[in-house]
């Protein structure tokens, strides 16, 4: 236990218990009659405020807790979990909305992400108990969320390990489902987007009472259309405006032809570069190195919202069973599913064979039948390469490119996520007295997950091109007996079905078949599942101490979970094909060679087996003074315990609140808070990943993660001292809240190991083979030669889980209410803004190295570092007028602009003019990313026909159809300030009986 912790424990339970004895002396001592007079106290049946397990605390007590009904969501056109977070000025960039290179592998998944502070790090429940989590991850998916079936959430604004434990280091989300709901409810909308197909959902929720039971259940369905990236022109930047999305390596491929005996026989070409192949298929010819290649954007080809679908079943029984006794279940189904991801059309080539890498991984046999048509488009009949040439050397390439995937009509790659969850959560409420009562409530949850990218399997492809492909193949004479040869050549492909493009080079019937195709390429991914069961037993009750009213609460927890993740066939498995070849085992005989376990695929790693199981046990207990009816003072406290190897931890709190005038109340708070390890954490062993590297020119490159045994769960000291002022139909607040974290989880940052062994961003700097950070890198052909080697050679980047650098963020919150009655009219205001004032990381170092300075993160970027995009200010408003039957409202979202870090030295902190250089010259877009405001106008109406209450809804979002700010991203925005959308028209009914 450190001092921190032992001075706010001894603060926790002295504190209240000094105050309540100094307050009844001079009650005593002032005013002895009042002794013997009953003090008031609360109704015993309001509500318990997320952040207390105290019946009877107000959502205006010491905690800062936002409380959003339902209804008020509903006015607003918030329909759903994601759009509600959205609206957050508390929360950071959030998963939901955000497109594949945001969202990574969690396309699907929501979240949400107080204080900038990582989604894993807030703590989601659903009627005080644990929500799903996405599988291994630690963080909760709201998106699995049943918004018809929701009364109001509650959002605490602060750390709350001391009540709830591991996970509510940042703040807690609740969502609460409605009580003694009678009748039908049937809902639907539609939301019109152009250049897609819409999105609209549906739902259906019956309550009905049966003597002192109640039962609800209803299902909802929710569809999201897909939105290619081609229907917004802001997406579709030249490449020497925004580098980033265009490669350099495409189909047309860059090829060497070469002697039998290995002797170059010209520069290498760009295929089919004779018939202009390269620029007729929107690509654009550039140097690199002594050659040409052919850069192509690859955004075309993909979307900007992803395909969705999303089903959910919830039921919930409530009974009395006695005066005393009560009971309360609830039942959970949700299933989501994207099955038509659009990806590039296919990945680039960092891996063969021949050893990892981007360049020369391939060779194609001039035996091969589309060998000669190439050389002919490429270098022409009758030159050295047509007279001489053995083989050609693919020195830069991708299977599909700017001629796309065949197999999909848009020409995009393929793959698919799906989501299952089941959870059940049950309590007893036994009243022991009118003034206590005991709580035991159990949970099990159950989150699937599959996800899964189509690559291709680099011994397949070698053995293709050699014409020994194909899942019929039974011989080692190419071309013959059910074996065929792969065509890697842009003569496979009509055109750029994205762009509408027509192929020059193409030829009728040279195009690769379906069979060989699904044989070449393989699903990579993983089949995931998390289960959690949860047992809770919390005595409360209210009582009277020398005349004051006193609350408390006290009790234990039982958590175990268990993570099981497998690959989702043996080419993701790294033990049943950990080298390039099916079948060969060498590479891992020794560490110090070239050959490297890179596994079957050109570019994705594998996903290793796990199975992992966690017990948790955790005391806690909580109490409430009133010394006077005008101070109000809390103390928590809890003990968890994680077992071997991570340990136990103690963290207390305390809080106060003071009324000070009629109108003006003062609170505050302090305590300490953490969060553990989980499983995964812990594991040696980790998922690979694909990332954009600067030092290469934002060229893609595969992670490899893994855990850490070592791991220290990360502690942190949150503190927040707040205001409320209440004046009539105002209500106004202010809080000032910080964060100090030590041992925050964070993984080695893959972009500055980059950029340590190769300062500069060109890709074409050279390699200090003897910067001891080579260490976690592997690099082509598996070795570092200095004055040889380049940033470009980097094929592979590993990074693990460590304890990381401390961290410090600290800001102010403002929220204004407003509600005024001008007869039968009523106006409301509401207003919400966030204001960071500091983020600050502190050096990272790790076992004797220092990989990265320290740095402030608000109002920057953070690209290719934590915590990612930071906006000082995020705020939104509100306006409706309400006239019965008619109810206007007007939206307005802000989040404020920020600077890319990347255009600035990282340790000088000078400005970089320019920014970026491409083969073109300098470029300066999105050195400052503006800042987005969305206006929405939104309307409905309350009918009543013929015993049917009706509501009808409609509205305009983005009024002014507002791009986002330009951002030298893969699609030129940052979807974490701006909306891609665009200006939508809703509708919506909603009808009760």
Known sequence: MNRKTRYLLGTTLAVPALLAANVVSAQDAAAPAEADQPAATQDASTIV?????????????????????????????????????????????????????????????????LRSLGRERTLVLMNGQRFFPEPGDGAADTNLIPMFALQRVEVLKDGAASTYGSDAIAGVANFITRTNFEGVEVAGNWQFVDGSDDNYQASILVGKNFGSANIMVGAGYQHRSELPATERDFTQRPYEVNPSGWSPLNNPGV????????????QPGIDGNLLDACNSLGGIEVPISSFQTCRYSYIPFVNLIEKEDRYQVFGQLTVDLSDTLSFRADALYSHTELPELGYSPSYPVTQSPRGPGTSSRFIVPRSNPNYQNFIDTTFGPGSLPDLASAYSVIVLWRPFGSGGNPLDPRGAGEGGAFNDAWRISGGFEKELSDNMRVNLNGLFLRSNRTAHSMDFVSDRLQRALNGLGGPNCNTLTPGTNGCQYWNPFISQSPGNAALGLNNPAYVPGSENSEELINWVR?????????????????????????GMDVGYAFGGQHRQSTFVSQPINRFSDPDAYPCAVDGDRSCLDDPTDNLVPVGAFSFLGNYPSANLTQSINALFAEVKVNPTPDIELVGAVRFEDYGNPVGSTINPKFSARVQATDFLAFRGSIGTTFRGPLPGDLSPSGASFVTGINAINNEYRATDSGGNPDLDPETALTYNIGAVLSAGDLTFSVDFWTYEFEGQFADLPFQQIANAVAPGTSGTQLVDCSSPFTQYITFQGGQCTQGVTIARDIARIRTQTVNGPDVTTRGLDFTLNYQRYFGDVVFNFGANATYLLEYKFDAFEFNGLQFDNG???????????????????????????????VTLTYNVNYISGVDDNRCYNRDTGALIDPCAVTEFGGTNFGRRIGSFMQHDLLASVELDLGGLDVTLNGGIENVFDRDPAGARLEYGYDPFIGSAIGRTFRLGTKVRF
């Open 255 to 266: 090829y060497l032809p070469q002697t039998a005996t290995g002797i170059s026989l010209a």
């Open 522 to 546: 393989q699903r990579n991914g993983t089949n995931g599942f998390e289960e959690l069961w949860t047992a809770d037993l919390v005595v409360s009750g209210e009582t009277q101490i020398g």
């Open 49 to 113: 405020v997320t952040g207390s397990f105290i019946r009877g605390t107000s959502e205006e007590g010491v905690l800062p807790v936002d409380v959003f009904g339902v209804d008020e969501l509903s006015q607003r056109g918030i329909d759903s979990p994601l759009e509600f977070i959205k609206t957050l000025p508390s929360v950071g960039p959030v998963l939901g909305d955000s497109n594949q290179y945001a969202a990574g592998g969690s396309q699907g998944v929501g979240s949400i992400n």
């Open 855 to 885: 740095y402030e993160a608000s109002g920057w970027a953070n690209y290719g570092r934590d915590p990612g995009t930071v906006s000082k200010w995020r705020g939104n408003a509100f306006a409706s007028l309400g006239f019965e039957p």
